[in-house]
T-cell receptor, first 113, second 112 residues
Framework: DVKVTQSSRYLVKRTGEKVFLECVQD?????MFWYRQDPGLGLRLIYF???????EKGDIPEGYSVSREKKERFSLILESASTNQTSMYLC????????????FGPGTRLTVT | SQQGEEDPQALSIQEGENATMNCSYK?????LQWYRQNSGRGLVHLIL?????REKHSGRLRVTLDTSKKSSSLLITASRAADTASYFC????????????FGKGITLSVRP
């Protein structure tokens, strides 16, 4: 079974802090994705990556950056956390150019105070 | 921009009844997928239907796709309390890469 893990289930940070959210997948998938999920807005794509050291902006990249130094790991970085970044963050992975089915991690609920 | 829009936003049924959820989209797609999310958890892929398919089955799930109407429906037969969850449709656009565009989701409650 594909397993996607996220470093924390719950995280509380202060405004202005630098925040790292880590995601690891164990199925050698090329594609990895970061979403945020907010009530009434569904899932919105922040960034995605097709390969190591490669990244592309999604629909809402402002205030975020990403890093993919190894194929299995995709990190989301909040350079200076703000209260409007309080959200559920979901990581996903998928094989390259197959069915496009995505496998999701359990999510990290981030609260910025 | 939101590609998929689910309908209804919320659905409450009795255990044993069938649940029908609908999804409409705006532009040409490669495939359409349905996902389930239990409260506070990640999403789980349920079923994928390609643009050249009209109907697919998986266990108690039946998905239809009408590309002329740009719509899909997910039917869960003989629902169980464990089916209580949020359901999302997601589309892969024609010519796009692996990106999925999700709708806002439907909250299904199955009463025991």
């Amino acid at each position: 079974d594909v397993k996607v893990t996220q470093s924390s289930r719950y995280l509380v940070k202060r405004t202005g802090e630098k925040v790292f959210l880590e995601c690891v997948q164990d199925m050698d998938h090329e594609n990895m994705f970061w979403y945020r999920q907010d009530p009434g807005l569904g899932l919105r794509l922040i960034y995605f990556s097709y390969d190591v050291k490669m990244k592309e902006k999604g629909d809402i990249p402002e205030g975020y950056s990403v890093s993919r130094e190894k194929k299995e790991r995709f990190s989301l970085i909040l350079e200076s956390a703000s209260t409007n970044q309080t959200s559920m963050y979901l990581c996903a992975s998928s094989p390259l150019r197959t069915s496009y089915e995505q496998y999701f991690g359990p999510g990290t609920r981030l609260t910025v105070t | 921009s939101q590609q998929g829009e689910e309908d209804p936003q919320a659905l409450s049924i009795q255990e044993g009844e069938n649940a029908t959820m609908n999804c409409s989209y705006k532009t040409s797609i490669n495939n359409l997928q349905w996902y389930r999310q239990n409260s506070g958890r990640g999403l789980v892929h349920l079923i994928l239907i390609r643009s050249n398919e009209r109907e697919k089955h998986s266990g108690r799930l039946r998905v239809t796709l009408d590309t002329s109407k740009k719509s899909s429906s997910l039917l869960i037969t003989a629902s169980r309390a464990a089916d209580t969850a949020s359901y999302f449709c997601a589309t892969v656009l024609t010519g796009a890469n692996s990106k999925l565009t999700f709708g806002k989701g439907i909250t299904l409650s199955v009463r025991p």
